[in-house]
């Protein structure tokens, strides 16, 4: 990825110069902005990814000693490139105790040197990862926090909030084996660090964590606790999935004063050893309640399979809303399994931020009814599989009758004229051996043909005519039910997967 530069000088013609040259043509790095000042720049930086600085050292207010301090505390992965029209020691010494990498002369400023300059960066910044660059800054924050450290946000202006973090580890881990999952998990927390956020994982001995967001841009509470609960969501996951085991959290408001945080972790971590600790509800279905799904679908049962579905989220809060999430990411996971088992396609499983978007808009219940109809849905598919071969000669001839005849108007007596049994006859077997109602069996093959039409971008009224739907409104009602999917957003997914191509 190419590296985003931010220019800072308060001179127009400096800016111009910089921003004219060619090196931004050749695609290692970007100019991603200009600003006039130190607090035009960390506005700038509180919003957009930046890799590298060039800054002026005489700017007037806050000059770039000033600005290379700030940056130095609040982004300490972003490289500096200081320049002045002065060859100041005071200054040069000051900016590179900072982190500056370079001090240059604006009259010694060539675009050749400049360049060659980046290149030094980028090659230092490709052997350093970002839980790398944060190393220090993570060291300060502990000895701040559970020692006698000097604050490292002193002038942050930022806003903050704190998650407290506990794992549960299994005894049969070595120290070794311990020590390395401990640093995994505080590096996928800080992964979570996005523009305007700025996440850092503290790790408590043996198996805590303060996790402790920062954040530099003017927004409510609420939304302040929507993006640390998504982000502190998609971390569980990726722990969960990695090294099988459970955390426990609890976020606490945002904090105005640095002190209030401070003492407010301290107490907390003092009261977790004095009193059994209140946490979170786990954010995890139980291995229990996950074989009793499993159980449920190789019986091929529906009915016990969506009652579990439903008792899974009848058991979170609701005002948990982060839980929806990940309990639906679990039930999907496992849904996807059972289809890969059975070589079963499913059209739509949610994924990271669509996953997100996908489960805030709905209730308990009706995310509930949603999921659960996903299973249903693979179980007729398996059940469909399964029997398919093992069918009467009078269910197999109704299902040939309805293949060749799905676009057209089909009854249960026209279908049992072309078998040549009576009506009730056929209803009671063709249930039995499929498992399905000749109209959910015939809706289900209409719906398939459906899907093939779309995909060769036939117009949607003559998609619902060609597959024998006599009303646009049922067909609406029958291709949701079939695919949780309307069908707009049917062919808006196909597009999305056409257009990443294949893995």
Known sequence: MPLSVLIVDDENVFRNYISQMELWQKGSFILAGEARGTEEAMKFLARNRTDVVIFDVSMPGKNGVVLSDMIEKKYPGIAMIAVSSYDDYDYVREILKNGAHDYILKSRLSEELLE????????????????????????????????SGINPFNSD????????????????????AQSAMMEGIGRIFENGTENGMDVLAIHVPPNRFVIINRFYEDVSEAR?????????????????????????????????????????????????????RKMTAPLAMTIEQQNRLLSAVNRMDPDAAENMVKEIYEQIPTEKEALFVIVTKEL??????????????????????ELFEYTRAKSK????????????????????????????????????????HYNESVSLSSCAVSVGVNSSYLSRIFHEETGSTLTEYLNRIRVEKAKELLYEKHHLK?????????????????????????????LSRHQEIAEKGPD
């Open 157 to 176: 202006n930022s806003r903050k909030m704190v998650t407290l973090i506990w794992v549960t580890m299994l005894k049969n881990y070595s120290e070794i």
């Open 116 to 147: 060659r300059t980046l290149h030094i960066i980028e090659e230092k910044k490709s052997r350093i990862s970002p839980w790398e660059e944060k190393q220090e800054l993570r060291s300060m924050v502990y000895e701040w926090l559970l020692l």
């Open 365 to 404: 219940t009706v995310l509930s009814a949603n999921i659960a109809g996903l299973y249903l849905n693979v179980l007729r598919e398996i059940r469909g599989e399964n029997k398919q071969e093992s069918f009467s000669e009078a269910v197999s001839k109704a299902v040939s009758y309805l293949q060749e």
């Open 462 to 490: 003559e998609v619902v005519s060609l597959c024998g739907f006599k009303r646009y409104s049922y067909f609406l009602k029958i291709f949701k039910e079939y695919t949780d999917m309307t069908p707009k957003e049917f």
């Open 224 to 276: 302040l606790r929507e993006k640390v609960e998504n982000s502190q969501m998609i971390a569980q996951d990726s722990i969960r999935r990695i090294y099988s085991i459970q955390i426990d959290m609890q976020i606490c408001p945002p904090f105005f004063s640095d002190n209030a945080l401070r003492l407010f972790v301290q107490h907390k971590l003092e009261e977790e050893k004095e009193t059994s």
């Open 332 to 353: 999907l996971d496992l849904l996807e399994r059972i289809t890969l088992e059975h070589k079963i396609s499913l059209d739509f499983i949610p994924k990271n931020f």
